[in-house]
Structure formats: C-alpha cells, structure tokens
C-alpha cells in the first residue's frame, strides 16, 4: 500500500477499536489518544492498515459516543486536538490510516444545536430537527431499536412539540431539508479531512430524510445529499475514504455506490449472520446464496465485510425463520439478545473453539471484501452479557494478566467497565502478552495468515467464481486477479469431509499451500481434483503454472 494508491481502502486491513477501551495512558479508567499512540507498534506488527476509531468526540456517552454534543472537539477523558493529531501523524508514519466517524443523522439531545432550537423556535436552530405538533406523521417508519424506543417521537417539554429520532430519544435527527444543516454537516468534514483523517464511516446514512408514504429510508433526496458529500471530498481532499453504514439487503445498499460518485465502501451486513449460518448447519448454501444476490458493484467501490463489532450481531436482514434459527443456536440466554440482534462476541459464538475461530477469520479474509476487524477478536476475547445494552462487547482490551489486564493503573473501580475475568476468557488468561509468547496462539497465527493474504492482491482485488463440490459442507472457491489465481476449500463442518473438486478449467497447474509453501499433487484434467478436509480445516492455495521443463509433483 502506498499514501498515493487511490484504492488503498480495497488492499486495506481494517481494524474498528474504541479510544475509551483500548489503553490508558494516565492511569484515569478510560482509554485515550495517547495510550492508543502508544501502542501502534502492536497494530502495526499484527498487519493492521487502516483504523476504524469509533465516536471521539464530546458526548454524554449514552450510545457509546453516537450521541455527539459537539462535532468539532474531543471528548475529555480522551485527549485533545492536539493528541488527535498526532496519532493521525504518527500512524501515517507506520503506514496506518485513520477513519473515523461522521454520525450524519443525529445529534444528542445535549448538543447546542438542539438546545438552542428547543428553547427558542424563533431561533435558526430550529429548523436543525424535525418537529410537530402531533406524533401521527411518518408512520410507514419503522422502530429500530424495539427494546427500548415504542415511536420515533419525542414529546419535548421545552419546545411543546414532538421531535423525530430514528433511534435513542436523545438523539434527534437533523432536519436535511435544511440546506443549513447540510452546509454544515460538509464543514464537520472538512475540519476532520484537515486534520489529516483519511475518510469516515457514515453512520445511519439511510435515514437522513422523511417523507409521508414511504419508509423514510433510502429516499433520493438522500442519495442527492450523499453524492454532494461524495463530489466534496472529491474535488477538495483526493484519496480519501466515504464507508456507509446501511443496514440494508445488497440491492438496496448497491444504490448508495451510486456510479461510483456515492460512497467507495459499505458494509454487507446480510453476508455476516450468514457465515454464522453456515457453519452452525454445516452448510455452503447461506453464503453461497447471499453473494450470488449480491449485485455487481462499480470498479472503483468495494464492499466492507466483518465477523463482529461494537452492535450487536444484527439479524435485521433474515428471514424470521432464520432469526429464530441463530436465537436458538447462538443465544440460548435471553440476555444475549437485544434488539433484533445478538450482544456476544465471535469467541463465545464459536464455544471459544479455536478452529471455528480461524475458519471465521479464513472466511472474512479471502471472501470478496475489504476485512474489518474487531479489536480484541485476535486474541479470542470474551464478553459479559450481565452489562446493558451493548457493553458487554466493549470492555477493556487485555493486554497482560497483570492489574487491571494491563489496560490502566487505575484502581479497579475507576474503569469504564469492569473487566472479563470469568475461568474461560478472563484477562488472566487471555491477554496479548501471553499469547505473543507462544508462537501457536492465536494471535500469532493472525499475524501469520495476515501477512500472508497481504502478499496476494488476488484476495482484495479478485473476481470470484464459485466451484460447487457435491459435498455441501465443503466452500470451494477461487479468487482471480491479473493472472493470478487463489484457491480457497473450507470445511463447515465439524467432522472431516471429502472434497471432489471441478478444477478442470486449471489443468496442468500446481496448488501451491500458502501458509507452508507446499505443493500438492498436479491438477489433472481427467478426473476431479480430491481433497480431504480435517474438521473446520481449510486450505488457501496459489495455482501455479509449471515452467517448461520442471518436474510435477
């Protein structure tokens, strides 16, 4: 990757942490810039390329920083302006980029905007939020977060009227037909892009505007916004990365690539449930069936795909049947579950077992995709489902075994939250300097399979073609990019399969293991090409063509 590739965010390894849970440098409780400054070095070394940074600005932090009071400064407890950009300057100098968040949606209650426009509705401000005298309008929107929130109104005693949120009550959404808020939402942007940011995950992008009749989702008039936001950082900050958060089918989200002049990235959210799907039923047919759907993309876009992160593992996009079906498997415990989602992390999800945890991660780094990452998953940390809303997910990273997991010199009290120290996945156990010791852990062979997918381009930039072997637990693929071809076999099941493999369109070459360098036998175009697959084993190989006169194996 180099600073001038305009599609370094296709060849990126995304990791997503929180500053809050990452380490403490003054010995306060809560994470900060400094302390995640300070350990650069490890992101770096574990093949890290780019860092999603969740919300870092000033916030009553009721939704985990989405509820942002002021768009142009840095929470306290974190840093300051000044630490921002120095981490900003310091990973471009280990070749690491920053994305950070635009919540383009909502403000928190506590922001000036809404504080103004509450107080005064002859104030500018006012027209920043949707408001109205009743609660009867947009009911064709649905309720997102069912757990907590029964209408998309708000009564505000302040202002006398209703106001409209597409989430928590304390976080009204901003009126984008206002053209000043629109002004002022590209300003936000501009202020982080000059700092040196390298672009932004859009958050809750389809729901900027309502109209009556519809769902509120997904509207032109957003799309007519989005590509302004897009045309803007075009033409004033070259290179720099837009990546929407649309928890939407693949069609729907297909549209906010626009021709290229919308976002370069989004995530597909149905792709994720599906791996989780798979595996559980020791079948191919849910992530086989959801990227066959997946519609094409402009050359220039991407998708952004992922295991878990700071939500919950959403099921939004499932059938009901399926939902029941992941409840049923994943979240026996009615507190694992909140809103039409799970609150647990990949370790647990998997039994803490470890195959299943690489197959997952094998799965994330060869389907088509920029791979985002989930701070703590390379170590196999656990969770706590007896925190609310989605904190369980967030808690400290572990670095030792020694006080506080080596996060903060705090007393214990004083963290965030409190730290996992169950038998299974307690930092006494489960921390980075442990497993950096041991060169079978976890960790290192996420350092290995990292470095290896980095020295093919095949795996981020390649075209897939599926290759359907009889057996259904078996996944079978190849990645194609400028005479280079990867092939992928991957065993969903829990017990050892057969492989028989059409690989006839690859006669006379050699599959070469990637992570040991091992030729297996030439691929023949007489009969298929057949493999034995250990429990959740599976194997990445080069196809090579043989040079004149060399050997076959």
């Known amino acids: 990757m180099t600073r001038s590739d305009p599609l370094w965010y296709k060849k990126a390894v995304i990791y997503e942490l929180h500053i809050r849970a990452f380490y403490d440098s003054n010995a306060d409780g809560h994470g900060d810039i400094p302390g995640l400054i300070e350990k650069l070095p490890y992101l770096q070394d574990l093949g890290v390329t780019c860092l999603w940074i969740l919300p870092h600005y000033p916030s009553p932090l009721k939704d985990d920083g989405y509820d942002i009071a002021d768009y142009y400064a840095v929470h306290p407890e974190y840093g300051t302006l000044a630490d921002f950009q120095r981490l900003v300057e310091e990973a471009h100098k280990r070749d690491i980029r920053i994305i950070s968040e635009l919540v383009v949606n909502h403000t928190s209650d506590q922001h000036a905007w809404f504080q103004e426009a509450r107080r005064d509705p002859k104030s500018p401000k006012r027209d920043y939020y949707v408001w109205s005298d009743t609660d009867d309008k947009y009911q064709g929107a649905r309720i997102?977060?069912?757990?907590?929130?029964?209408?998309?109104?708000?009564?505000?005693?302040?202002?006398k009227q209703y106001f409209w949120h597409r989430f928590f009550s304390h976080q009204p959404d901003l009126n984008y037909d206002n053209p000043e808020v629109q002004e002022a939402m590209l300003d936000v942007m501009r202020f982080w892009l000059n700092m040196g940011v390298d672009g932004f995950r859009c958050d809750a992008v389809p729901y900027l505007f309502e109209r009556e009749g519809?769902?509120?989702?997904?509207?032109?008039?957003?799309?007519?916004?989005?590509?302004?936001?897009?045309?803007?950082?075009?033409?004033?900050?070259?290179?720099?990365?837009?990546?929407?958060e649309a928890n939407q089918w693949p069609a729907d989200v297909r549209v906010y690539y626009g021709d290229g002049d919308e976002f370069h990235m989004g995530f597909h959210f149905p792709v994720m449930p599906r791996l989780f799907m798979a595996l559980r039923r020791e079948d191919r047919t849910p992530i086989v069936e959801i990227l066959q759907q997946t519609p094409d993309i402009p050359e220039t876009c991407q998708w952004a795909i992922f295991l878990r992160n700071h939500d919950e593992l959403t099921l939004e996009m499932v059938t009901d049947e399926d939902r029941d079906y992941m409840y049923r498997e994943y979240a026996t415990d009615p507190r694992m579950r909140i809103n039409l989602g799970i609150r647990r992390r990949l370790a647990p999800l998997m039994d803490n077992g470890r195959r299943r945890i690489e197959l997952m991660h094998s799965l994330l780094f060869t389907l088509p995709g920029t791979p985002v990452m989930y701070y703590g998953d390379e170590i196999g940390m656990g969770d706590n489902i007896y925190l609310g809303d989605r904190n369980g997910v967030r808690t400290p990273m572990q670095w030792t075994s020694d006080r506080n997991a080596g996060f903060s010199r705090a007393d214990g009290a004083r963290l965030y939250a409190p730290l996992i120290a169950d038998p299974v996945y307690g930092y006494q156990s489960i921390n980075v300097e442990a497993q950096d010791r041991v060169r079978s852990s976890l960790l290192n062979w996420m350092k290995r399979i990292l470095r290896v997918r980095q020295r093919y381009p095949a795996f981020a930039m390649g075209r897939l073609r599926w290759l359907n072997p009889d057996n259904r637990k078996v996944l079978a693929f190849v990645r194609e990019y400028e005479g280079q071809t990867i092939l992928i076999v991957c065993n969903l099941s829990r017990f050892a399969q057969p492989a028989v493999i059409d690989l006839r369109d690859f006669e006379g070459q050699v599959p070469v293991e990637l992570i040991g360098e091992t030729p297996f036998p030439r691929i023949s175009g007489s009969m298929p090409y057949q493999l034995t697959l250990g429990p959740y084993m599976f194997l990445w190989f080069r196809l090579e063509k043989l040079a004149p006169g060399r050997g076959m194996p």
């Open 144 to 159: 997102i977060f069912t757990d907590t929130e029964r209408s998309n109104w708000t009564w505000d005693p302040v202002a």
């Open 214 to 244: 519809t769902n509120c989702e997904n509207l032109p008039e957003t799309h007519a916004f989005l590509k302004r936001l897009r045309k803007t950082i075009d033409s004033e900050y070259p290179d720099k990365l837009l990546l929407a």
